[in-house]
């Protein structure tokens, strides 16, 4: 009887996925559910990238394009790095992919092999695809704990100490999925001065959400001495400009950019040329659309943050970007008699019908640092609200029960 491969057994999953299929489950059966699981701007693409999209169509633009990515946004891509980081790039180093999130697992193809016992240091809590690109391509995952005490980024020495002779590898995230957090300059640059004493050591900055910054500032590990040629780029269009179904995202770096091509001519063979056209508008457009959707998101950070501290057994730290709210829930469970966050993540949606993510769909839990659950707050203020509320009512009547 033929067999599936350990490599697809390995292979993880992005759970905000599963947990959204079981809420559209849930609906369809009549079920009010309030989602905060999936992030994803809850905006319309701006109506100029739409109508760049259209023209792209009536002018016959439906072909393949070179693997690499249409010049046009390659070009545009290079500007764009320019204007929000300070760095000149080549757009010949420029490689467009169908979202950024193909580029993980081709870092890790280009810069480990598969089952010589090659390390990548990864930021945990994070985005899953991290650890599951990780195990299937044969490396080995070290995770870097993120802690609360730190506003949710790692200590330096942590990662001096965690880097080998093995390493190849560290993936950076700022802003953060799924904690907000953004990782302030000071301990970027102590990050790039650890990294100037291990050569052999690449970075794959994740910077999706760095258009979305709300206290502090984004700053990119690229723009520190020596760190440009070692650090590959990731960036995209889903979240600044509400395009994650448009698939178009990006990297840059010198070296690996001509693997990254081949690459997607072996598994993509190219971005969608409508996409494409459209990340130009998106990039060389007027960004009065981006500006009002990072406002709106700036105004409801608050918003939730302010409720959430108000619901019992539940404390939050402001998040600096992204629209993630990543609460502390250890008192709430212990409140309502859940043994953990998952638990009280699978109450929520049942009893409550509030939908979240737990701490380990992010992760295994970073010990000594309690339960958390993940908020998307790409919703409207009526849903943060009533969502928060429902929240807040279900832990007070189960407390209660509990106590009795």
Not at 80 to 99: E, F, H, K, M
Not at 357 to 375: C, K, N, S, T
């Amino acid at each position: 009887m033929p067999v599936v491969s350990q490599r697809a057994r390995s292979l993880g999953t992005e759970n905000a996925f599963v947990v959204l299929a079981e809420v559209n489950q849930l609906i369809r059966s009549g079920r009010d559910v309030i989602s905060f699981c999936i992030g994803q701007p809850d905006f319309p693409t701006p109506d100029n990238i739409q109508n760049a999209a259209v023209a792209a169509i009536r002018g016959g633009k439906h072909g393949y394009t070179p693997s690499a990515g249409i010049n046009e946004l390659r070009e545009a891509v290079a500007r764009d790095i320019l204007r929000t980081r300070g760095l000149t790039v080549d757009p010949a180093d420029v490689v467009v992919a169908a979202g950024a999130k193909p580029f993980i697992g081709y870092t890790v193809l280009s810069v480990t092999d598969y089952g010589a016992g090659d390390e990548v240091i990864y930021p945990n809590p994070g985005f899953p695809i991290y650890e599951s690109q990780i195990l299937a391509n044969g490396a080995v995952p070290v995770p870097i704990h993120l802690r609360e005490s730190r506003g949710f980024t790692f200590d330096p020495q942590e990662l001096a100490d965690k880097i080998t002779p093995r390493t190849k590898l560290l993936i950076l995230n700022s802003p953060q999925n799924p904690t907000g957090a953004i990782i302030p300059r000071d301990q970027m640059a102590a990050i790039a001065e650890i990294l100037a004493k291990h050569e052999q050591v690449w970075v794959f900055a994740d910077e999706i959400y760095g258009r979305l910054v709300y206290e502090g500032e984004f700053v990119s590990i690229a723009t520190f001495p020596g760190m440009l040629e070692r650090t590959i780029i990731a960036d995209g269009c889903s979240k600044t400009w509400a395009m994650t179904g448009w698939r178009l995202g990006f990297a840059a770096n010198k070296k690996l950019a001509p693997y990254f091509t081949t690459w997607i001519t072996n598994t993509e063979s190219c971005a969608s040329q409508i996409s494409q056209w459209a990340a130009v508008e998106a990039l060389d457009g007027p960004q009065d659309d981006a500006k009002r959707m990072r406002d709106i998101f700036a105004q409801r950070r608050e918003l939730i943050v302010r409720l959430l501290n108000d619901v019992p057994g539940v404390t939050c730290q402001s998040p600096g970007g992204a629209f993630y709210a990543w609460p502390n829930v250890t008192g709430a469970c212990e409140l309502i008699g859940a043994k953990d966050s998952e638990e009280l993540r699978a109450r929520l949606l049942h009893e409550a019908g509030v939908a979240v993510l737990a701490d380990i769909h992010f992760g295994p839990r970073v010990p000594g640092e309690g339960q958390h659950i993940r908020f998307s707050y790409a919703a409207s203020n009526e849903a943060i609200e009533n969502g928060i509320a429902r929240m807040a009512d279900f832990i007070r009547k189960n407390t209660r029960r509990t106590a009795a």
